[in-house]
């Protein structure tokens, strides 16, 4: 008996040291706002850019930026290129490398890029994040996520405004979402004509394949990521939509998933004319460039695919295929393989 | 080897002792993680909380690392090392068996489906919004161990052979609906999302969620504890027992209870975290002996103790990453178990 009642009384003990420090620690919270509310209206008093507080949508929240974001820290190379586009790379304290680097990126800002400073290979988990102290976050929708950096109650809780490309989780992504982001990076950063010139740029060379676009139905193409058992391809998103903007159809384009699994006979069965191979370059492959192609070259399912009898492969850069400046570089290759194909015909 | 002599007395002392081990490991725990601080870093955030006039802190962002995510972590862990210690050593009692944990009797892969289903399948439902994976994970482990229950179950209360074979059965099953379930998905976040949650953390603590598994492995500690005399009957087996005037059947169904929602509350807290279960009561068993009123107290506490420690480890050892805690279990678990099944041969 006496034990349990020893037991009892430490266990009280504990727990009600526990609460006190739950109570207290809410006590400092709620100082702490109080502390971050005045700071934030001396900040109004000093900083000059008030005129036109800006609101911005973005994955599961809606921030409103009325000054100019001072401490970015960008997810991937692809927003990273995107805000070094922009001018902004003074405003970069930090970058996390995702599954890309910089000579995936384009030449002329690989100098820029390879100053930046790197936080984190791979995605940082959120005290790294956290160590850098931004105020500005920019990555896909999945680093908002807890399986990604951290969920967004995270963010808003340490002051951390964020914005998530929006190919990235929009419902049918396309090319015009990229145009979407530079746009509102450009209103946050105050950089409008800056970013209305990128999107003009971009929107010249996608009227240019329109122009360009082949006689009679669309080619069919099939986007090969990787894979022996079965293979992964593009479902609905930004590559199907690169795809026809190249003048073809992707074979697997009903698929909702973005990136999923199919069986080597619906390949058989849908029989594409061309095939587009990602290639990882040296970040993370899934198989080298050729291994990959003698995978589909040697697989008896596939023996009487016209791409593969014809050996019309196209070779993409992966980064190409996510939203981002490059996306017309893919559309650039594929258009060219479609054209000299429809040639032949 | 095995000390069966130690008195009471000694027991008391040595769980002051881990008492007190752990509540040195709190703040000292809290200098490794992820983030690359450095120790005057970290002492700076707790003169800071002593004292904020006196000690104030201009990088704000230590606070948040330090204070806002390790330190709630850390707590977290004792909780669920603990319940996860004591549930395990309940249930090797209840089986007689020493490979008995909560995971072999279904009860992570319940809670895995339930959290699966929720992620892929409501995530975005706004109605639902409460149906949260962690309740869900809840609802799952409480499911699957009553149905591990009632199926092994007889007249004489479950056979402990049946107990663990219809675990095994509903594990292998509720595993398969998980995999259904990611490739029934219809976008890959979700995918990513469901098995991030198996994997199991502590990344998801804070101070806000914390208290509820806290006070769940307090209360559930105490109530455990009050039943060591019958745990010690039930392990000379189950009609050495009833002759002794143990009711069985009622005390199983009982404990099934208990354990069913300390360990729910444990997998929604923290994911699949297993092994804790196995090692600890058997390393306490060792040493102290088989007796539960001995065994039990510093099963809980050493859990705990452990527990922070090998977070401490995963959130360090592939800085700037974190190693997720589950695989560090099972790394160290693994080769245990074989030491295991040595030591019984030879």
Known sequence: MKKRWIFMIISVLILSMLTGCKLNSEKNAKETQVDKQSEQVEAKADDGNLDNPVEIETYKSTFTYDKIP???????????????????????????????????????????????????????????????????????????????????????????????MLGTYSENASVSDTYHDIECLGKIFKVEDRAEELIEKLKKREDNYRVDKPEGSAIKVFA???GDK?????????????????????????????FAPVSWEQIALRNPDIIIIHDYNTGDTNGSLEDKINELKSNPALQEVEAIKNDRFVVVKLVEVFPGLQMFDAVDKIHEAIIEYSKSK | MASNKLSMKNIIIICLIIILLTIISIPVSAFWGSADLTFSQVVKVFKFKLNPVKYPLEEKCLLSIVWELRLPRILLAIAVGSGLAMCGATMQALTRNVMAEPYTLGVASGASV???????????????????????????????????????????????????????????????????????????????????????????????????????????????????????????????????GVSVEKIQK?????????????????????????????????????DHRKMLPITMLLGGLFMIWTDAIARWILSPRELAIGVLTALMGGPFFLTLLRKNRG
């Not at chain 1, 070094?84 to 890029?113: R, S």
């Not at chain 2, 994970?137 to 179950?153: H, K, N």
């Not at chain 2, 069913?260 to 279960?277: E, H, K, R």
Request: with cysteine; glycine share 10%.
């Open chain 1, 224 to 226: 090969y990521d990787s």
């Open chain 2, 254 to 290: 009982r404990l099934i209870v208990i354990i069913s929602l300390i360990t729910g509350t444990m997998v929604a807290a923290a994911g699949c975290i297993g092994f804790i279960g196995l090692i600890i009561p058997h390393i306490v068993r060792h040493f102290v002996g088989a």
């Open chain 1, 70 to 164: 001072q401490r970015v820290v960008s997810l991937n190379y692809e927003a990273t290129q995107l805000l070094v586009a922009l001018g902004l790379e003074d405003k970069i304290v930090g970058v996390a490398t995702a599954e890309g680097e910089v000579g995936d990126c384009l030449e002329e800002y690989q100098e820029t890029l390879s100053k930046l400073k790197i936080i984190t290979e791979g995605t940082p988990t959120l005290e790294v994040l956290l160590k850098s102290n931004p105020d500005f976050v920019f990555g896909t929708c999945w680093s908002f996520m807890e399986c990604g950096v951290a969920e967004p109650k995270d963010f808003i809780e340490n002051n951390i405004k964020y914005y998530a």
């Open chain 2, 114 to 244: 339930m959290a699966a289903l929720s992620i892929v399948f409501l995530g975005d439902n706004v109605t639902l919004y409460f149906f949260t994976p962690s309740v869900a994970a809840f609802i799952g482990a409480i499911l699957a161990m009553f149905l591990v229950y009632s199926i092994s179950s007889s007249e004489n209360g479950a056979s402990n052979i049946k107990l663990i074979l219809t675990g095994i059965a509903i594990s292998m099953i509720c595993s398969a609906l998980t995999q259904l379930i990611i490739s029934l998905a219809p976008k890959e976040s979700k995918v990513r999302s469901v098995v991030f949650w198996t994997m199991g953390g502590f990344g998801g603590a804070r101070w806000g969620n914390i208290l509820f598994p806290i006070l769940v492995a307090t209360i559930g500690g105490i109530i455990l504890y009050s039943h060591s005399e019958t745990l010690n009957l039930l392990a000379m087996g189950n009609d050495t027992a009833i002759m002794l």
């Open chain 1, 230 to 258: 079965e293979a992964y391809t593009a479902g609905r998103g930004l590559e199907t939509d690169i795809i026809e903007i190249a003048g073809g159809k992707n074979i697997f384009g009903d698929i909702e998933k973005s």
